[in-house]
């Protein structure tokens, strides 16, 4: 048995209306439905590439800030499909004002970083140019 990919990754955010307004403008997610369950109220959005992203609002979030320390999400990471795609995430990034680090070439792939309001660690991938 195989998996073919991920098939949807959800996030708890502390405001969800704010989160579906940066993930809308930041990275072009189009949300698909919302609804509330148990008390959660959530979004579910598409990415461009079609890469499905939920977002949560738990009743009871503690509101504590991200850490990739603690035990379970380090960051979520998108594949770009090309180097030269950074360079125009890193212009968009700058016009709308979300905080990044500088694309960074790596023995395995070049990674451009960034954070959601919630300092949900983000990153954009695309493979090494010899491997693309």
Request: net charge negative; charged share 20%.
């Amino acid at each position: 048995m195989t998996f073919s990919a991920v098939a949807h990754v959800a996030l708890t955010v502390t405001d969800l209306e704010r989160s579906k307004r940066w993930y809308t403008e930041s990275l072009g997610w189009e949300e698909m439905m919302a609804g509330e369950s148990g008390g959660v109220t959530f979004a579910v959005g598409v990415l461009p590439g079609g890469q499905q992203l939920g977002l949560r609002q738990h009743p009871d979030v503690t509101g504590d800030k991200f850490d990739p320390r603690r035990t379970g999400l380090d960051h979520l990471s998108l594949d770009v499909g090309s180097p030269d795609q950074l360079a125009d995430w890193e212009r968009r990034f700058g016009d709308l004002g979300v905080s990044y680090t500088p694309t960074q070439d790596t023995p395995y792939g070049h990674v451009l970083n960034f954070k959601d309001p919630d300092g949900i660690a983000l990153e954009l991938f695309a493979a090494p140019s010899s491997q693309s």
